[in-house]
């Protein structure tokens, strides 16, 4: 199987999956009993069909500010299946500081201006500058901070139709 030239690496809490119903666990750190509230959480709208779509052209990986246990037992609750995950405990630094997502590049052996990092998180946009990846932006309520798009240039998307149309002109450009 030919391996891709490019990455996608996505931030996982209100990202890849909508998880606001159990932030207060995961603020309190009860990561031995978040998961017996996963029923909480959901995927945003044709996620499943979204990965379905770029798995072909793209690797795919989690960059995630959470312990690993609990982004694969989230991923696992989901059926969900991405082959490389950076969690909290794998660099020293984290986001903004382009540490996991240098590490996950790494995991992939991929050059990092050859990755595309999604993100809810302004945090996640300085994260891609610093990385020298390109930046998108996914904000499910459309909110977007001109500021923060003045300061460190991305794509702000709010639906996965979006981020596939930015996905296509990034590959085409690049």
């Not at 997502?101 to 500058?129: E, M, T, V, W, Y």
């Not at 020298?132 to 300061?151: D, F, H, P, Y």
Request: with cysteine.
């Amino acid at each position: 199987m030919q391996q891709s030239t490019w990455a996608i690496f996505l931030d996982l809490d209100q990202t890849l999956v909508i998880t606001a119903a159990i932030e207060q666990y995961r603020k309190n750190r009860q990561w031995l009993v978040i998961h017996q509230y996963f029923n909480k959480t959901s995927l945003p709208d044709h996620t499943k069909a979204f990965l379905e779509r770029v798995r072909p052209h793209f690797q795919l990986g989690v960059i995630t500010a959470s312990p690993r246990k609990y982004a694969e037992q989230l991923l696992a609750y989901h059926q969900l299946t991405i082959p490389v995950i950076a969690a909290y405990h794998d660099t020293k630094k984290h986001k903004p500081d382009p540490e996991p997502l240098l590490f996950a590049a790494k995991q992939l052996n991929i050059s990092p201006a050859r990755c595309i990092h999604i993100g809810d998180h302004q945090k996640d946009i300085i994260a891609s500058h610093q990385a020298g990846m390109v930046a998108i932006r996914l904000s499910w309520e459309n909110k977007l901070n001109a500021q923060a798009i003045a300061t460190y240039p991305h794509t702000l998307c709010s639906n996965w139709t979006e981020v596939l149309t930015c996905l296509h002109t990034t590959v085409r450009e690049g």
